[in-house]
């Protein structure tokens, strides 16, 4: 006579379940949906770098190569040349020619930013680095520099990937 | 000279018992037993002035700390140069240094090799108490168009002031003002005109003076060091090929007590944007006017058919800046393979050279006590860092004469006859007059009189030893009968073929007159060489060569004296110059089977014993097997 009892109790069991389904549907959702939304990265997270620029738009970074001698792995390379009044590019004697990082090589380590004396770079948010072909690694100067309307302050922080917001209800 | 009995004094340095000769310094005595003390004005070629006091420590018996590089050492004296005192004087010493130094190193060219950075880590205090602005001074100055001064990174160690008094002796650049007001300047702010220059950004211990060429090209970790020789001239000064990227950043100065004294001249110093590579150059063949893109093999192939067609009838011009190496191999290539007999290195008519011509080593100058300039300022300008010994020289007591060519009666007259050590120096132009006045002086003077002719080009001197000369082969033998024509006698000799080798724009073929007019009517002109001049408009056959700085080999100073000199940059993809004249010499019939340069050196040394000197980097002297 099993068959009785579970008929009868059938219908409580559904209305039980179909309260927990309810019980959630109130509560935000944790999916994020990737990589057309983000997460927020913590403060201090070590991604792809970033070369600052000073308020006025002129560079930090000063071609003292103490970053790529810094590096355990030895892929960052840079080459110096002088600024001239009529070409500037930042405030003293000095500037990077060259600046490259091979993105595949380095471990993310941070090394770079500590031994930078101008902190011209930091290591920033992005780490949604995939891409189709290894040369598209090698980041050279301006895939690293921050964008000149980006430097709107001198101790800017580095801009910060797109969060996650509240996600709209479809339903 | 007579060995001069030196008297000994024994003294303790931290410890240890050290013996010295009489009058040597604290600071030499303490590195005889691999005692390091810190220094900042003291250098090894200069008087003591004691200025910088890094170098204080402690003597028993003195009540104040001594400068180790001021104070001789005398017997029994107890030295330490680690005490707490001595230690707090240091870092005393550094933080003052610092108070105004602008460190700025991140942006500085000394930065890495610094002495300042290194013993401000050693023996330095870790942070500075000076919470003040710091004094400012003028940066980036030029002094001339080779050297800029940073007035701020100055630390007034007097070495640069020191140098133009004490070492060339121009007295160019001047403390000037007082106190912290002190600065290094020269004259009315002129530029500075010295030709040794480029000396006073090594042996600044700080960034102060820097190299204009060399300015934000490196850091000291990313250059390959090469040890090398000096392509300028026939001096042969020691250099260090610094390269990044295999691309040259600097020449340095690597010392030979024998030869440059640790100087060099701006003129070499500054020469190397000339061996810079420009382009990824193939050989070129002229076919119905025009010159087309072709292999090695072709080229040499094409090379080889035409110079069979020539038949004897073809004269090679090496220049003086050729490895003895490929000098050897080129006087085989025409005495034996082509058989013929025209062989020149030199740029024009020039006097019969001799093995006396090196009777006085660049060395003994310092012995001397009269020294004879023949052309005066002309000998100086053809080995810059001649001077610089001549100067020290007569520092010691040296009576230098400069006189002209013609004027050879006037130094004859000047020379006292008790004169013991006489020399007469003059470029290989003025031989015959420097020959003349040697001889009369001998007659006069009792004691010894010799001479040094200065060569053109860093192997002038190895492409007569080995006979690339028309009438003289290797070792100056005579050729009996089969002497060929020399350069000046090329036009209108009859010639069908010239093969020119040249490795340096420095010491190029420069055409002369009656050159330019013969040599476009030439059927065949091979130019093998390392830098395009407009001898390529000419050309029929073009092979890229090797630089001075690319290739491994040895060369021949003035004095002769063999050094090595090493591939510093490397060109892999361009033909050693030496594999390309075997394969013109193989396809003529010679086989030849060099493997390697050592091979050739060590085959060289056998045809000419003399040149065993290679691996002594000692002088060639012919005495014997002549
Ligand atoms: S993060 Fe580390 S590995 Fe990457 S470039 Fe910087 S120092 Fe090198
Ligand atoms: S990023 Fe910083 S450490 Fe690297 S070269 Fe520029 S200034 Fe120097
Ligand atoms: S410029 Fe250099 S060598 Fe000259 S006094 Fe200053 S620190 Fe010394
Ligand atoms: S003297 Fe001659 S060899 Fe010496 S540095 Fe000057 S050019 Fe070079």
Redesign the pocket.
Known sequence: MAGVKETLLGPIYIARAMLTTLKHNRKPIVTIEYPERQKPVPPRERGRHILHRYADGLEKCVGCELCAIACPVGCIVVEAAENTPEHRVSPGERYAKRYEINLLRCIYCGLCEEACPYDAITMGPRYDLADDHPDKFIAVKEDLLEPLSASISDTALPTAAPSAQPVARKW | MAAVQTETVTLTVNGQSVTVPKGTLILDAAKEVGIDIPIFCSHPKMAPVAVCRMCLVEVEKMPKLQPACAVYVADGMVVKTVTDQVNKYQKGVLEFLLINHPLDCPICDKGGECPLQDQTYQYGPGASRFTFDKAHFDKAVPLSDRIVLDRERCILCWRCTRFSEEISGERELALIQRGVHTIIGTYNDEPAQSNYQGNWTEICPVGALTSRQYRFISRPWDLDRTASV?P??A???NIQIDARNNKIGRFQSRENVAV?DSW??D???YSFPNFQRESQERPRIRRNGALEEVSFDEAIGFAADQLTQAGGQVAGWASPSDTNEELFLFRRLFRDVFQSPHLDHRPGALPDPEPEDTSLPIADIEHLDHAILLGGQEVIDA???LHLRLFKSQRKGLIVHKVGVGEGKKALDAVPAEAQAVGVLATEANKSAAVELQSRLSKKVKGSVRRLMITTGPNGRGAKDLGILPHLGPGYVSLNGQSGKGRVEWPGAGLRAVYIHESSPLHAFATSDAESMWLPGLPLLIYHRFKSSPLDDLAHVIIPGHAFTEKDGTVTNMEGRVQRIKTAIDAAWVREDWRVMQAIANRLGAGWTYADVAEITAELVRALPPYAAVNQAERVTWSENR
């Open positions: 000096c300028g001239c001096m042969g000064c440059d060099l001249c003129y070499g110093r080995a810059p860092v």
